[in-house]
């Protein structure tokens, strides 16, 4: 029965992921709003709704190193993984505002995650705790995560797509985006449920599982929309919706679950935590030199053995 989960929820996952980018497109086309900005918003928002499932129901559950190790892995994941697996096939172009403010805006926000889940470290306490006043700050930071976001809109920066993108009547859009989060929520919780079924029959520990296949099954609705977008040669949205997605995990998901139900962290370590830092550092560093503002296919193939070694860190 695991099995049959997990297959049917990457089916729904790659569909959903088809008819979202196509929807997403036509309606930046429509409106003049650039991919970027699509990919920053819509698309990352939809693409995080499994974290935000999981996270939130692990925290109400008392499972914290579930939801933090989830979000944690799935970042990880995001800029290693997806971005590694996305220039390999198709190298990504970056745009000038992407690699001044989007990313380093990645890197601040990995940086505030570690200062909150390290009490101990920092404030010499019993436990690290990611409190309620830990969440709502991280909900401050979202709040002006969307200001800027929507300023780039008006401002009309972020860069133009000047490819081809289906026209498509507002309705369809708007049924296309729909059925494809639809298809995007439902097949990561069914992949999920397959994954962490079949985890636990092998007795591995919740951070772990947290960590990796829980990480890497709510990732793959980033992971199928960034692949897609770049095939249909639109970059832009692709790297939009992975440095979306992670703004929006770690201070939007988080945010909510550490709200709701404060998080007592045991198994994620500082090893974790700085590996998120550093994979943020690692793509910045890589659109920055060696092929300027370009991740090239060696550079995506880099990525993707980086977060394998990490990995296999993790399983010994």
């Not at 926000?109 to 690290?128: G, R, W």
């Not at 599982?209 to 897609?228: F, K, N, R």
Request: one cysteine or more; proline letters at 2%.
């Amino acid at each position: 029965m695991n099995i049959v989960l997990l297959i049917g929820g990457l089916a729904l996952i790659l569909i959903g992921a088809n008819a979202l980018t196509d929807g997403a497109a036509s309606i930046a086309k429509r409106f003049h709003i650039s991919s970027l900005v699509i990919g920053l918003t819509i698309v990352a928002f939809g693409t995080s709704a499994p974290e935000l499932t999981v996270s939130i129901v692990s925290a109400l559950n008392g499972s914290a190193d579930m939801a933090l190790g989830n979000v944690v892995g799935s970042n990880i994941f995001n800029t290693l993984m997806i971005v590694g697996c996305t220039a390999a096939i198709v190298p990504i172009s970056i745009t000038k505002g992407t690699l001044s403010k989007e990313i380093p805006l990645c890197i601040l926000a990995s940086v505030v995650l570690f200062i909150c889940a390290n009490d101990i470290l920092i404030n010499k306490s019993a436990k690290n705790i990611i409190s309620s006043s830990d969440g709502l700050l991280l909900l401050c930071f979202f709040l002006i995560f969307l200001s800027y976001t929507f300023a780039i809109a008006h401002n009309g920066n972020g860069g133009e797509s000047d490819t081809q993108i289906k026209n498509m009547p507002i309705w369809k859009s708007a049924l296309f985006i729909l059925g494809g989060l639809a298809g995007l929520i439902y097949g990561g919780q069914f992949f999920v449920s397959g994954a962490s079924g079949i985890a636990r029959s092998l007795g591995v520990s919740e951070s772990i599982i947290g960590l990796t296949l829980v990480a890497g099954g709510t990732s793959l609705p980033e992971l199928a929309t960034s692949i897609v977008a770049a095939l249909k040669k639109n970059p832009e949205m692709a790297i939009g919706n992975v440095i979306g997605s992670n703004l929006f995990n770690i201070f939007f998901v988080l945010g909510c679950s550490a709200t709701i139900s404060p998080m007592n962290i045991q198994g994620i370590t500082n090893v974790d935590l700085g590996v998120l830092i550093g994979s943020c550092v690692l793509l910045y560093i890589v659109g920055l030199f060696f092929k300027k503002r370009t991740i090239t296919r060696w550079e995506g193939i880099i990525m993707v053995l980086c977060y394998i070694a990490y990995t296999i860190y993790l399983i010994r």
